[in-house]
């Protein structure tokens, strides 16, 4: 088996799995077909024909609102009719029924699974199986990968700072379980920023993970001193009775964003975050609502970076640069 | 049935003999070394020119599947897979379905091996019954009914009186205790090494010092209870050097080695390969280095096959949800013999095959004495041939081996003075 599984022959893209071994060509091609798409959503008629009469299913095995809705409409913005497919996985259900699941929507049709998992390696998994004509994107799993998520925040990045190679990018929080977190490691190496840091409590930091190209800082103050970009990832409640912290209080003193951090940060400083936010957790109201955040921006960039995905593992995203929307 | 084995090469460990040598075999026995007994008339004769002659391998552990789990292998399937490998006596862990806490499912695995097996099996009974770490089992009756030993396979005993109780009794009993060494805490939930592996695939990770921590406080209560023990599979380098000073210091403890730890390490995942999912998971380069040197030195004692077969399900999942264990009996002496590229002689490749877990086991084999039972593998040396899936012989074709090209590979294998396997073409 080649070890890259998401090109085909030629060199592109196939499945969209991992943002790690791929080429910076590759990651600015996702890019810059993302910024072709940003003017469809604000058009009357916010839909360009390109998977005309394709199929896209939506596997969510894992409950998500925010990706799945977006993930759905790029996908009709796209023309593609979509199935969306909640599956409540069971302790028992096991390898074999999910590939006969996946047989039977392979015989309905179904051009392109979007997968989101609890387990890490689900993905890659399920597009060793799929048939040959079959593209899978992957929409998170376990704790490996969540590549349109990443994507969708360099694209952010790119807009609001224009160049990669100056920055200094600081990734707060829990480190070890984000899956967000590991797909933006591997799009900022790649894309080749000029420092890249992560934040957080030695319980919260894999290890090993200067491996990746990481510095890894535990005082917070020191890791957003001259930042350009802060992610801050959230928190899950589950994290405190797994005993990674003892609380909330004390870690938003430890490693919370507020105004009062910020300002170590670069005076444009600019702060994102995957979403859903815990207020008061991981960030302060003030720097969530704040002049510096871009979250709400990252969403409205979450459509047009995956219809850029989708588009290039299905169909010919050059058509909207040459032809606009119809 | 009169057996001669000509002008092979004779390796065996425990009489440090190593020269060309006809072995003589009458009724199951080793009747002659060199020297034809008066009147001995062969049936059959086996030209071993070329060949080494060595006992028999001794597998300390093989998941052998029966009873509860026919859909993975047999004892019929796996014996068959053993003799195949050279392997002609089989050392099969407590954790069957049900477990062997009891007598009924000893006589059971007894009289299948009896009836169907083509290798001796030989069985650990569970230390806990159930294996479920809170009341030690009837180890006595056990014992009574063959049980060479006791083991709570990979259920770790967390409650450290238990344990302490358990060894004692074992003790009491005359008894090996076989060990697993993993913190059950520090292990929870973990599949893969914790390092740069597990960090970037997202998996979760178990420490080396779950291994290390597990044997620091077993190797206490070994010392404590005076109990004979042994290691089973251990996978990092400082865990043997905790048991190499404690060996010194004088505690009855060995060790053995899965033969896949020898060349694996956490990088051979790769991209989620749920063929390299195995307990204890696969470490670092150092522990691999580690552990070789242990082979060769002698520390580590024993090269085992840590057989699991699986069907084909088991492995076809995302990572986190496969069942750990490679297929392991056919790849047993290959990978073992692959050691001789680094610095580890062929009398101590055979030697942890042979004598040393004879000795661990207690069993009158594992050596090629005058009056010993003939079980004897015979392999050529450098015979290049490759693992596919079409050519195993056990029902488990779970190995992340297969397509490899090994050097080394067993031509006859006799047990009980039988030939009961013979590479086709052989002869």
């Not at chain 2, 180890?139 to 770790?156: D, E, I, R, T």
């Not at chain 2, 699991?308 to 750990?324: I, Y």
């Amino acid at each position: 088996m080649s070890r890259n599984i998401q090109l085909d022959p030629q060199g592109k893209l196939r499945h969209f799995i991992t943002v790690e071994g791929l080429k910076r060509q590759m990651l600015v091609d996702i890019l810059d077909t993302a910024a072709s798409f940003m003017t469809v959503g604000a058009q009357k008629t916010k839909k360009v024909p390109l998977l005309r009469g394709k199929t896209v299913a939506n596997l969510f095995f894992e409950p998500s609102t925010r990706t799945r809705t977006t993930f759905e409409l790029a996908a009709k913005r796209l023309s593609a009719d979509v199935l969306n497919l909640d599956i409540k996985t069971s302790a028992t259900s096991k390898g074999e029924s999910l590939l006969d699941m996946l047989r039977n929507l392979e015989s309905m049709g179904v051009d392109m699974f979007v997968v989101r998992h609890a387990s890490s390696g689900a993905a890659h998994f399920i597009a060793q199986h799929v048939a040959p004509n079959i593209s899978v994107i992957n929409a998170g799993d376990g704790c490996h990968a969540h590549p349109t998520q990443a994507m969708l925040d360099m694209f952010t990045i790119r807009q609001y700072k224009g160049e990669f190679a100056p920055l200094t990018v600081t990734i707060v929080g829990d480190i070890l379980h984000s899956r967000v977190a590991r797909s933006e490691i591997h799009a900022l190496t790649t894309l080749g920023i000029s420092e890249l840091r992560v934040a957080g409590p030695k319980t919260l930091i894999p290890a090993e993970v200067e491996a990746m190209g990481v510095h890894v800082y535990e005082d917070m103050d020191a890791a957003i001193d001259g930042a350009d970009v802060i992610i801050m990832l959230r928190l899950q409640r589950e994290r405190m009775k797994g005993g990674f912290i003892p609380g909330e209080q004390e870690y938003f003193d430890l490693y919370g964003l507020s105004e009062k951090r910020l300002r170590r940060a670069k005076p444009e400083v600019i702060v994102m975050h995957p979403g859903p936010i815990n207020r008061g957790v991981e960030i302060a109201s003030e720097v969530a609502d704040g002049k510096h955040s871009v979250i709400l921006p990252q969403v409205t960039n979450g459509i047009a970076v995956r219809m850029a995905v989708m588009s290039m593992v299905l169909g010919r995203p050059e058509e909207v640069v040459a032809g606009g929307a119809s | 049935m009169r057996v001669l084995i000509q002008n092979g090469r004779l390796i065996d460990p425990a009489n440090q003999h190593d020269a060309v040598c006809d072995l003589y075999i009458a009724e199951g026995k080793i009747v002659g070394l060199g020297q034809a007994p008066q009147g001995f008339t062969p049936d059959r004769v086996i030209d071993a020119s070329g060949l080494i002659v060595c006992p028999g391998l001794i597998d300390l552990q093989a998941h052998l599947r029966e009873p509860g789990q026919k859909h993975k292998g047999t004892i019929a399937s796996e014996t068959a897979a053993a003799v195949a490998g050279g392997i002609t006596t089989l050392c099969c862990p407590p954790d069957t379905d049900p477990v062997i806490d009891s007598t009924a499912v000893v006589e059971l695995i007894k009289l299948r091996a009896e009836q169907d097996g083509q290798a001796r099996v030989v069985i650990l009974g569970a230390l806990t019954k159930g294996l479920g770490g809170e009341l030690i089992s009837s180890m006595a009756k056990l014992k009574a009914a063959g049980c060479v030993g006791f083991s709570n396979a990979h259920q770790p005993v967390g409650n450290t009186v238990v344990l302490r109780r358990a060894m004692e009794y074992a003790a009491t009993l005359d008894m090996t205790v076989f060990l697993h060494a993993q913190d059950p805490s520090l292990s929870a939930g973990g599949m893969v090494h914790e390092g740069a592996v597990s960090t970037r695939l997202g998996l979760a990770g178990i420490p080396a010092c779950s291994e290390t921590l597990e044997v620091a406080r077993l190797l206490q209560l070994i010392g404590h209870t005076g109990v004979r023990a042994h290691f089973s599979q251990l996978s990092t380098a400082k865990a043997l050097q905790l048991i190499g000073r404690a060996r010194y210091d004088g505690l009855p403890v060995s060790a053995d080695v899965a033969a896949h730890q020898l060349h694996l390490t956490q990088v051979d995942i790769a991209e989620f390969n749920s063929l390299c999912h195995v307990r204890p998971p696969l470490r670092t380069e150092r522990d691999r280095d580690g552990l070789i040197e242990g082979v060769g030195s002698g520390a580590l004692n024993a090269i085992c096959s840590d057989h699991q077969p699986h069907d084909r399900d088991a492995k076809l999942a995302p990572f986190a949800e496969t069942e750990p264990g490679i297929s392991g009996l056919e790849t047993l002496l290959p990978l073992a013999l692959r050691l001789r590229t680094k610095r580890v002689s062929l009398m101590r490749i055979i030697d942890s095959l042979t004598r040393e877990p004879a000795r661990i086991l207690g069993l009158e084999v594992g050596h090629l004495s005058l009056g010993a039972p003939a079980d004897v593998c015979i392999f050529d040396p450098d015979r290049y041939w490759r693992l596919e899936e079409a050519n195993m012989r056990s029902q488990g074709r779970n190995t992340p081996f297969l397509g490899w090209e090994f050097q080394g590979r067993v031509v006859y294998t006799l047990v009980d003075g039988r030939p009961v396997f013979e590479l086709s073409g052989a002869a």
